[in-house]
């Protein structure tokens, strides 16, 4: 039951480049969304969220673009620096609970 | 900043044998939450607790799982009786709020708990 993917199991990108990782989801009940980083051996930690009310969020290097209709959200990062490098989640929230469903995460590596 | 904790970091057991994982959420949030990951593939939800009740669980929450808030500060999940496919990464999560205003609070992760059951 695969209702948020991530088709990407992997990117490299030069650093100072764009990074853009992409995420998509089946259940439009799902109103809030979320990219979370992840380093090995730690917990997930939060980037950045976006309600469906919006269709961008922007917060210093990094911006959430969602097109509903296309059911697909993207994560830029921009420049991109060797720090970046980690897994990245998108999650998704339904508008009848709080459970978070995960993608399967993009793995970015940032070369310097 | 205040974090999510777990304890242990690492819990090897015998298939059968109960365990006990442990977390210690941010203090003024009142949501917590279990995901597992197993290798390889995605983070997935178990339950969320409020209020000293489960409000939401997945199908993997069986009957052999059950989670507690036995004091103040700590929330724990208890596997009564361990099975080779319950292998897998732990996460605790806490959220100060669940949805509030429309808005679904974000879900701060504590660093895990590998359960290896052999």
């Known amino acids: 039951d695969q209702q948020v993917k991530q088709n990407s199991p992997s990117l490299s990108v030069q650093e100072g480049r764009i990074s853009i990782l992409n995420c998509d989801y089946t259940?439009?009940?799902?109103?809030?969304f979320l990219w979370y980083k992840k380093y090995p051996a730690e917990g997930p930690t939060f980037l950045i969220s976006?309600?469906?009310?919006?269709d961008k969020n922007e917060d210093g290097r990094f911006t959430v673009f969602l097109n509903k209709s296309a059911k697909h959200l993207s994560l830029h990062i921009v420049p991109s620096q060797p720090g970046d490098s980690a897994v990245y989640f998108c999650?998704?929230?339904?508008?009848?609970?709080?459970?978070?469903?995960f993608g399967t995460g993009t793995s970015l590596t940032v070369i310097p | 900043e205040p974090e999510v904790t777990q304890t242990p970091s690492h819990q090897v057991t015998q298939m059968g044998q109960e365990v006990i994982l442990r977390c210690v959420p941010i203090?003024?949030?009142?949501?917590f939450y279990w995901y597992r990951q197993i290798l390889g593939q995605k983070v997935e939800f178990l339950v969320s607790?409020?209020?000293?009740?489960?409000?939401?669980k997945s199908e993997i929450f069986d009957d052999q799982f059950s989670v507690e808030r036995p004091d103040g500060s700590n929330f724990t999940l208890k596997i009564r009786s361990t099975k080779l496919e319950d292998s897998a990464m732990y996460f605790c999560?806490?959220?100060?709020?669940?949805?509030?205003?429309?808005?679904?609070?974000?879900?701060?992760f504590g660093p895990g708990t590998r359960l290896l059951v052999l």
């Open positions: 999560a806490s959220s100060e709020l669940g949805r509030s205003g429309g808005i679904q609070e974000t879900q701060y």
């Open positions: 259940n439009s009940m799902f109103d809030y």
């Open positions: 976006i309600s469906s009310i919006k």
């Open positions: 999650a998704a929230v339904s508008n009848t609970g709080n459970q978070f469903y």
């Open positions: 203090s003024n949030h009142l949501y």
């Open positions: 607790f409020y209020n000293n009740e489960i409000s939401e």
